[in-house]
């Protein structure tokens, strides 16, 4: 076929898929296109999706539009579900139809993405590997790592102390560090360390490829099938190389991992416990040399920004809430007393720490996490989802950030930055976009409570 005919047939491909999108509007006859934003003609709401502070928008159009908000435009559609009894009765109770995931062309089919948990369709494979996954990190298992999250906690308290102004580069650094080492046994120096570098720049590109409309294929898929030599085709080669540079992270852990087995001088890790799983077992399936890089690799793509990013909404909830900090802190002399850090055991004595007004009242969007102290209030856990997809690693994030949480409020205040017209406080919006929300960053000071918090500051060993 000659340049003309390809790019000829391709833009006659587009306009037909465009008019026959367009035609029908996504819904089979004879169905009422439910409430959402009207829509333009051929490329309907794909003008509609908001390119900073989504949930701002998002908000906005349940209020306008009730439980159920509906866009489409070419390639794909959404269905916005905006009230916690509906997403309960589609993901919970009828999870059998409402459990597959949306096959994103760029990270499916072009990044190869499709063997991770998180963006695998519903079905036998998804499920046996969910169910490997569940062995390392259920509510019982767990409590193995334990001293893993402590001894990094004390590894923020005392950068913290040394240089509190990089407090966003010590929160990922422990988060991804506590996760290598729970992953693979790998135990990173620094942030400069090349397996923090290596996941650190692939999930960034990950998640950055991952935004709708970064890449125009995501919105007419049929381009995916154009030869990476066509003019305008340089994304295929972008694409093709963030793939190898997954499989890189995937592969060089684990390589790690199995020869310090080999030498005898490994840490108890994810890997090494499939490994002795595997070894010792003569109904292993055929790829689990695979599952020994999938499993701890989705336990890495998923946990780092998700846990670091709660980490940094905590820095700045603290900040614009100081009577929420104080009170906190005196919960916490009560409970833990001065001169020793919080321990597990009295996570289980304190009580503190979404937005549905049926669940929380009129005040839900209020910051207010005193509502808790009624045992009647629901814990809120469908902040990480709803249904047989709901995080897996749930009690993990859970244990990480809480420990991290109650030893920094122990031992330090976070306060406004002092700039030259006095202090400065980030705004309540102050957020990055994106699937994962973390705050911009944004300066503060953070100091230790008392001369009996220093003292135990010098004394930590990490
Ligand atoms: C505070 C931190 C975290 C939050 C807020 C969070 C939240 C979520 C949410 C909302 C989902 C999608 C659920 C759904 O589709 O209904 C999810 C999925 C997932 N999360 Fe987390 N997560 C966190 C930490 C972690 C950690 C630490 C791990 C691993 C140890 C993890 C592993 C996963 C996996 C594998 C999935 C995909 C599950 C599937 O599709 O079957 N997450 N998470």
Redesign the pocket.
Known sequence: MSFSTFAYTGLAGLALYVISHWWNNGIPRGLKRLPGPPGRPLIGNLLDLPKSKEWLTFNRWAKEYGDLCYLSMPGTSILFINSHELAKEL?DKRGNIYSD?YQSTVLNDLVKLDW?????QYGER?RRN?TY?HQF?NQTAVENYHDIQIKYTKTLLKRLYQSPEDYQTHVRYIIGAL?LE?SYGIQPMSETDPFIVLSETTIQRVIEAGIPGTYLVDIFPFLKHIPSWFPGAKFKTELDQLGEQVIEMLNKPVDIAKNNMRNGDARPSVVSGLIDTFENDSNRPDDYEDLIKHIPG??Y????D??A??LLQFFHIMLLHPEVQNRAQEELDEVVGPGTLPSFKDLGKLKTLLRSKSVYGPDADKFNPERFLDERTPYPNF????????????Y???N??LIAIANVLHLFHILPFEGENGPELPAEDHFDSGAILRPKPFKCRIIPRSPGATKTLEELDH
């Open positions: 993901f995931r991770t948990m998180v963006f695998a998804w969910r996954f990190f996760v729970v989705v336990a793509i998923s946990a780092v998700t846990s990013g709660v902040a990480f989802g709803y249904g047989r997809r709901a995080c897996p690693g749930q993990f994030a859970e990480s950030v």
